[in-house]
């Protein structure tokens, strides 16, 4: 079972910090997604992986696949209070797409 | 294009009664999913759909049934629902599986007493 492990589980920063989420499994994957989902709604993909030592870019949001492509992070430059969610980071596996339990975050203005 | 759509959208259900909820999307995908979303436990798998008329088990698949009659549609059952079934629960579609991305529905909050 490829199994995907988040960390922290929960982040709560002031408004224009940095931060870093991690996304790791003992298992290789061919590709990680990256989703966010708000409260009362559901997920929303923000970025897909597919090569190891992939960086990805999108506005404040930096995106790193690994180089044996077993994990994933996330970097979060001068966050802002609209990036308050659920940070959820998915891969194929033994069903289409195997979720990670996310991690929680709050940006506090 | 509205997208994936998921009715209802809240329900409070008694313990053994029975209830569908219904998923519809509009984007010609052929693989469906439905998801429950509990505290601390992420997104689990329930059943999945590769095609009209297929159906597969997820990850936590007992105590549901699913129907996929037509493309577009996705039903999910409870034939006896269970306080342990309270849940949020989420409709997905996407092109293929793998890299592709997955497509989510707003959710149904469903509360068993």
């Known amino acids: 079972t490829q199994l995907l492990e988040q960390s922290p589980q929960f982040l709560s920063i002031q408004e224009g910090e940095n931060l870093t989420v991690y996304c790791n499994s003992s298992?290789?994957?061919?590709?990680l997604q990256w989703y966010r989902q708000e409260p009362g709604e559901g997920p929303v993909l923000l970025v897909t992986?597919?090569?190891?030592?992939e960086v990805k870019k999108l506005k404040r949001l930096t995106f790193q696949f690994g180089d044996a492509r077993k994990d994933s992070s996330l970097h979060i430059t001068a966050a802002q209070p609209g990036d308050t969610g659920l940070y959820l980071c998915?891969?194929?596996?033994?069903?289409?797409?195997?979720f990670g339990k996310g991690t929680r975050l709050s940006v506090i203005a | 294009n509205a997208g994936v759509t998921q009715t209802p959208k809240f329900r409070v259900l008694k313990t053994g009664q029975s209830m569908t909820l219904l998923c519809a999307q509009d984007m010609n995908h052929e693989y469906m999913y439905w998801y429950r979303q509990d505290p601390g436990m992420g997104l689990r798998l329930i059943h999945y759909?590769?095609?009209?008329?297929?159906?597969a088990k997820g990850e936590v698949p007992d105590g549901y049934n699913v129907s996929r009659l037509k493309k577009q549609n996705f039903l999910l059952g409870l034939e006896s629902a269970a306080p342990s079934q309270t849940s949020v629960y989420f409709c997905?579609?996407?092109?293929?599986?793998?890299?592709?991305?997955?497509?989510f529905g707003p959710g149904t909050r469903l509360t068993v007493t």
């Open positions: 997905a579609s996407s092109r293929g599986r793998g890299a592709y991305e997955q497509y």
């Open positions: 759909s590769v095609g009209e008329g297929t159906t």
């Open positions: 992986v597919v090569t190891g030592g």
């Open positions: 298992s290789v994957f061919s590709s």
């Open positions: 998915a891969g194929p596996g033994n069903t289409p797409l195997v």
